[in-house]
């Protein structure tokens, strides 16, 4: 038994109803989560010292071809210290809405990564403190071009698709929100001053 | 026609007498030749490189292919000094007000040169993300087949349009008319937009629903 599998047997243990599954794949120990009770497991592996999962190295959702599946959110856990990596998966129900807590206040590398799975799959992080699209624009009205019911060229014609991208507000994405520079803002580039959305006038 | 008076000044062993004999120089020529000469030999690109194809213009640009003989080392970086835009790469549509407005910036005269297979027509990326041509956005002049082309293509495609803009005349004032988004934000009808974004090649096989 390696450090995963302690890791797994401990898990299992301390929130028994909790974990739904145990797997190995390819060498990887799997551990399936209920999402009522994923995020207090979550907290769990990373603050309990035997534990130690003090590094989020991914985020990501799978969305299996086969209807009746559930859609995954997947989290990749690894302790820097103990050297020991484990993969945490939240099987969602496709037919009811897809919400999950978010580990944001956990791990502040999931910011970007939660906002890509919702992005891409529609799944909405609760707590999440700015879940908006990222690869996308904003007013992207398609819907969630990862899922496996998204045809594979979008739902608009193509002139459509070219119209809304010819109306994208470029000043309003390349803001220093978005940039995630707002702190910074007083030292900016006087290029930047009014780029900033809480200064736009309301009616744009 | 030569631009090139005879007896240049500075040519080896020309007696002072016989220099002194044809200077002031002048030549006679077209306002059209000497025009569109002095623009097909001094276009400045302004380089939008977001893939592989981009690479290859590097090559293009460096001491190999050497693209100062045809007088475009200067890259711009500034739309506004620039006459030629070269599309490197394929173009989500996240890019496309960022090319139109690049290409809106640039003064006149101005060409466009639509480097590769994506940027041309959307290659391999037949999908809800990327531009089908970048035609659909920029009005473009010189398509560059290739995937990517090789800097030979580029250049060959770089000649097209020095050849193109040699065969321009100032009394047409409709080539430079500026191609603006209209009021239903496209700056070509939305038919011909479908038109021009149709699968063609294996991405016939592909249906939209699955």
């Given at each position: 038994?390696?450090g995963?599998?302690?890791?797994?047997?401990?898990?299992?243990?301390?929130?028994?109803?909790?974990?739904l599954?145990?797997?190995?794949?390819?060498?990887d120990?799997?551990?399936?989560?209920?999402?009522?009770?994923?995020?207090?497991?979550?907290?769990?592996?990373?603050?309990?010292?035997?534990q130690?999962f003090?590094?989020?190295?991914?985020?990501?959702a799978?969305?299996?071809?086969d209807p009746?599946?559930?859609?995954?959110?997947?989290?990749?856990?690894?302790?820097?210290?103990?050297?020991v990596?484990?993969?945490?998966?939240?099987?969602?129900?496709?037919?009811?809405?897809?919400?999950v807590?978010?580990?944001?206040?956990?791990?502040?590398?999931?910011?970007?990564?939660?906002?890509?799975?919702?992005?891409?799959?529609?799944v909405?992080?609760?707590?999440?403190?700015?879940?908006?699209?990222?690869?996308?624009?904003?007013?992207y009205?398609?819907?969630f071009?990862?899922?496996?019911?998204?045809?594979?060229r979008?739902?608009?014609?193509?002139?459509?698709?070219?119209?809304?991208?010819?109306?994208?507000?470029?000043?309003?994405?390349?803001?220093?929100?978005?940039?995630?520079?707002?702190?910074?803002?007083?030292?900016?580039?006087p290029?930047?001053?009014?780029?900033?959305?809480?200064?736009?006038?309301?009616?744009? | 026609?030569?631009l090139?008076p005879?007896?240049?000044?500075?040519?080896?062993?020309?007696p002072?007498?016989?220099i002194?004999?044809?200077?002031?120089?002048?030549?006679?020529?077209t306002?059209?030749?000497?025009?569109?000469?002095?623009?097909?030999?001094?276009l400045?690109p302004?380089?939008?490189?977001?893939?592989?194809?981009?690479?290859?213009?590097?090559?293009?640009?460096?001491?190999?292919?050497?693209?100062a003989?045809f007088?475009?080392?200067?890259?711009?970086?500034?739309?506004?000094?620039?006459?030629?835009?070269?599309?490197?790469g394929?173009?989500?549509?996240?890019?496309?007000p960022v090319?139109?407005?690049?290409?809106?910036?640039?003064?006149?005269?101005?060409?466009?040169?639509?480097m590769?297979?994506?940027?041309?027509?959307?290659?391999?990326?037949?999908?809800?993300?990327?531009?089908?041509?970048?035609?659909?956005?920029?009005?473009?002049?010189?398509?560059?087949?290739?995937?990517?082309?090789?800097?030979?293509?580029?250049?060959?495609?770089?000649?097209l349009?020095?050849?193109?803009?040699?065969?321009?005349?100032l009394?047409?004032?409709?080539?430079?008319?500026?191609?603006e988004?209209?009021?239903d934000?496209?700056?070509?009808?939305?038919?011909?937009?479908?038109?021009?974004s149709e699968?063609?090649?294996?991405?016939?096989h592909?249906?939209?629903?699955?």
């Open positions: 038994m390696n995963a599998d302690h890791s797994a047997e401990a898990l299992a243990r301390a929130f028994g109803s909790t974990v599954g145990r797997a190995v794949s390819c060498g120990r799997i551990v399936a989560l209920a999402c009522e009770g994923a995020h207090d497991a979550l907290a769990w592996l990373k603050d309990d010292p035997e130690a003090d590094y989020l190295t991914d985020l990501t799978v969305d299996y071809r009746e599946q559930p859609l995954e959110v997947v989290y990749q856990l690894r302790s820097l210290r103990r050297k990596d484990l993969r945490v998966k939240i099987p969602l129900d496709k037919r009811e809405t897809l919400e807590d978010s580990v944001y206040d956990l791990w502040k590398g999931a910011d970007w990564l939660e906002r890509e799975v919702y992005d891409m799959f529609g909405v992080f609760r707590g999440h403190p700015d879940l908006r699209r990222i690869l996308m624009w904003e007013n009205a398609e819907g071009p990862l899922r496996k019911d998204f045809p594979l979008g739902h608009f014609s193509r002139a459509e698709q070219t119209r809304q991208a010819l109306g994208i507000d470029i000043e309003g994405h390349y803001s220093p929100e978005e940039l995630s520079l707002v702190e910074a803002f007083q030292g900016l580039h290029d930047l001053e009014g780029r900033r959305k809480a200064d736009a006038p309301e009616d744009a | 026609m030569g090139m005879k007896g240049t000044p500075g040519q080896e062993g020309a002072a007498a016989e002194a004999a044809v200077s002031p120089n002048f030549l006679t020529t306002l059209d030749f000497l025009t569109n000469w002095s623009r097909a030999n001094s400045w302004m380089p939008f490189g977001t893939a592989c194809c981009a690479i290859e213009f590097m090559a293009t640009a460096a001491s190999r292919f050497d693209l003989r007088g475009m080392e200067r890259m711009s970086f500034s739309p506004r000094q620039a006459d030629v835009l070269i599309c490197a394929r173009l989500p549509f996240k890019l496309a090319i139109r407005r690049i290409w809106d910036q640039m003064p006149q005269p101005k060409w466009c040169i639509s590769g297979a994506c940027a041309s027509s959307g290659g391999i990326f037949d999908n809800y993300a990327m531009v089908q041509g970048i035609d659909t956005i920029v009005p473009v002049d010189v398509y560059v087949p290739g995937c990517p082309p090789r800097p030979e293509g580029l250049i060959y495609g770089i000649m349009l020095q050849k193109k803009i040699k065969g321009e005349t009394a047409d004032s409709s080539l430079r008319v500026e191609h988004v209209g009021p934000g496209l700056f070509l009808p939305p038919e011909r937009i479908d038109e021009l699968p063609f090649g294996n991405s016939v592909q249906t939209r629903s699955a």
